[in-house]
């Protein structure tokens, strides 16, 4: 019954468009997790590791209620899913799955909609309660038939096993501007042990510097009816684009050093800012393909005040390092 019902869900998941479609299927999966799961996720087992926090279990089940987060990555994994099963040769694909939280969000609504002997996949998390909750959904929801290994480990650390050769690999584990949580960390670690075939998600995330006022920025705020498409999201007129700081994806941690710190160049601070005194950081995702994350469409993807220029007005020159060896944080020097 279980199996079927999730069925129908990410299936108008998938085939939603508007905004109201795409809440509406999202409040539907949100509430089928908590109908199944009776128990409250723990909420005091954060861990801090070399990389950033990973959220506790209550914490990232929380995330599945970021809904146009939850169904833009849905669809973007099913599109890539699809790509591979779609192989005349009756292909298998086998799946990493960093962080996957209580309710391996981002993959258990899809298996249904595909053969069990074409899946194999490992799901990861560092938390013991969460991969418990995912364990006890699995037959519940009537999965049980797939090939699904349930690991507990650091996904910054993990080493994928030398005999499971990765198709997609899935990490979904960051906060806006790329701060606190730990997806670049988990990014670098997976992609390296990557062939050049497989693909990863999201396939790339962008980082902009920019000039605004912050609080007329459109972002996601805490309350549905302010949930927007980013048709909807009107940025402020006065923006001043600065600069790409960055892009993540496949090809950088291919071509990167071990460095944990990114900068930038030093770029001048407008002399006259009035429209626009707030140094502030955006974030655009590519989950795959054409499916995008959109600024202020995702707590994920809302904009990010580093420094008011009123506070900084005897200097003329700013540079930014992006740190993610701890806890990733962004840091600024003057001249």
């Not at 070399?50 to 995330?63: E, M, Q, V």
């Not at 499971?164 to 992609?191: G, K």
């Not at 407008?270 to 707590?299: A, M, Q, R, W």
Request: charged letters at 25%; proline letters at 5%; hydrophobic letters at 40%.
């Amino acid at each position: 019954m279980y199996k079927q019902e999730l069925t129908i869900i990410v299936k108008s998941i998938i085939a939603s468009n508007t905004v109201n479609e795409q809440l509406e299927s999202a409040q539907q999966l949100s509430r089928f997790y908590k109908k199944l799961i009776k128990n409250s996720h723990p909420d005091d087992n954060e861990i801090l590791v070399d990389g950033g926090i990973a959220l506790s279990s209550s914490g990232a089940a929380d995330c599945v209620d970021d809904y146009i987060r939850t169904v833009s990555f849905i669809k973007g994994i099913y599109k890539a899913m699809t790509k591979f099963l779609d192989d005349p040769l009756e292909k298998k694909i086998n799946i990493v799955y960093a962080g996957c939280g209580p309710y391996a969000t981002l993959i258990l609504p899809l298996l249904p909609l595909f053969d069990k002997g074409r899946i194999s996949a490992i799901l990861i998390d560092i938390n013991a309660s969460s991969l418990e909750s995912v364990q006890n959904l699995i037959p519940v929801i009537g999965l049980e038939e797939y090939d699904l290994q349930m690991i507990e480990a650091n996904a910054i650390t993990y080493k994928i096993p030398k005999d499971f050769n990765v198709d997609l690999a899935v990490s979904e584990t960051m906060h806006y501007a790329l701060t606190s949580e730990p997806q670049v960390a988990i990014s670098r670690n997976i992609i390296k042990q990557l062939s050049s075939q497989a693909i990863f998600i999201p396939q790339e995330i962008r980082i902009d510097l920019a000039y605004t006022f912050f609080n007329y920025e459109p972002y996601l705020r805490v309350g549905q009816n302010e949930v927007k498409g980013y048709k909807e999201s009107q940025p402020y007129p006065y923006k001043v684009f600065v600069d790409r700081l960055f892009t993540i994806n496949k090809e950088h941690f291919n071509r990167e050093n071990h460095n944990l710190k990114i900068e930038s160049a030093f770029y001048m601070l407008p002399t006259i800012f009035e429209n626009h005194p707030d140094i502030c950081l955006f974030t655009e995702i590519t989950i795959f393909e054409d499916v995008e994350l959109k600024t202020g469409e995702s707590y994920i993807t809302n904009p990010y005040c580093l420094v008011s220029m009123y506070g900084i007005k005897d200097c003329s020159e700013i540079k930014l390092t992006y740190d993610f060896c701890d806890i990733p944080k962004w840091f600024y020097h003057l001249k």
